[in-house]
């Protein structure tokens, strides 16, 4: 079945930073979220993404299918952004990813 | 509009015990799926509903856990008898349908905390 790896596993950050999340899966995909879960453990949809890039404030995703990975990039970094950031990708049958914790701090 | 709703929030029980629980998806979502996720770790899918009939079970350990959807809208997971390593969240989500496009963009209710003492 499909592999799906992130990096890096852990990120710390001053508050303002910028950073780059990368999630890399071995097959084509139909399908390709990114996810935050928060410190209290509920994960939020950040973008649906199969192909290509979108925005959305501070965050934005580019996916490239024909390499197999997708990017998440945070600007200006806030400490509301901590937690594990997690993609999940597949054809009908998904897997997540092994996330990328991120701590920031102000 | 209503998200996923999860209940209880939190569960402690004593091995071999039995344990449910329950999710009410996003109105009019015709997928809905079961996760556990242990600590450290991404959500493992257990199983995959449509509408009311299973559409992926592969990874659901059916000796002691079962699932059901009955009339096509909530859902009860149950664990018969729990174990040590049972110890998870427990997720629950929807999409409006299991198609891999768009309009299968999952959201994810609150969780389930069980621990198995």
């Known amino acids: 079945g499909i592999q799906v790896e992130q990096s890096p596993p852990d990120l710390i950050l001053q508050e303002g930073a910028n950073s780059t999340l990368r999630c890399n899966f071995s097959?084509?995909?139909?399908?390709l979220q990114w996810f935050h879960q928060n410190p209290w453990g509920q994960l939020i949809n950040l973008f649906y993404i199969p192909s290509g890039t979108k925005q959305n404030g501070r965050l934005s995703a580019t996916t490239v299918a024909t390499e197999r990975y997708s990017l998440l990039y945070i600007s200006s970094s806030q400490t509301t952004d901590s937690g594990v950031y997690f993609c999940k990708a597949g054809t009908y049958k998904y897997i997540f990813g092994t996330g990328t914790r991120l701590k920031v701090l102000a | 509009e209503a998200g996923v709703a999860q209940s209880p929030r939190y569960k402690i029980i004593e091995k071999r015990q039995s344990v449910a629980f329950w999710c009410n998806p996003i109105?009019?979502?015709?997928?809905l799926y079961w996760y556990q996720q242990i600590l450290g770790q991404g959500p493992k899918l257990l199983i995959q509903?449509?509408?009311?009939?299973?559409?992926?079970d592969s990874q659901l350990p059916k000796d002691r856990f079962s699932a059901e959807r009955l009339k096509g809208v909530d859902s009860t997971l149950k664990i018969q008898p729990a174990k040590l390593e049972d110890s998870a969240v427990y997720l629950c989500?929807?999409?409006?349908?299991?198609?891999?496009?768009?309009?299968?963009?999952?959201?994810f209710g609150p969780g389930t905390r069980l621990t198995v003492l």
């Open positions: 097959d084509s995909v139909n399908n």
């Open positions: 989500a929807s999409s409006v349908t299991g198609t891999g496009d768009v309009s299968d963009t999952q959201y």
């Open positions: 509903f449509q509408n009311n009939g299973v559409v992926d």
């Open positions: 109105s009019g979502h015709a997928t």
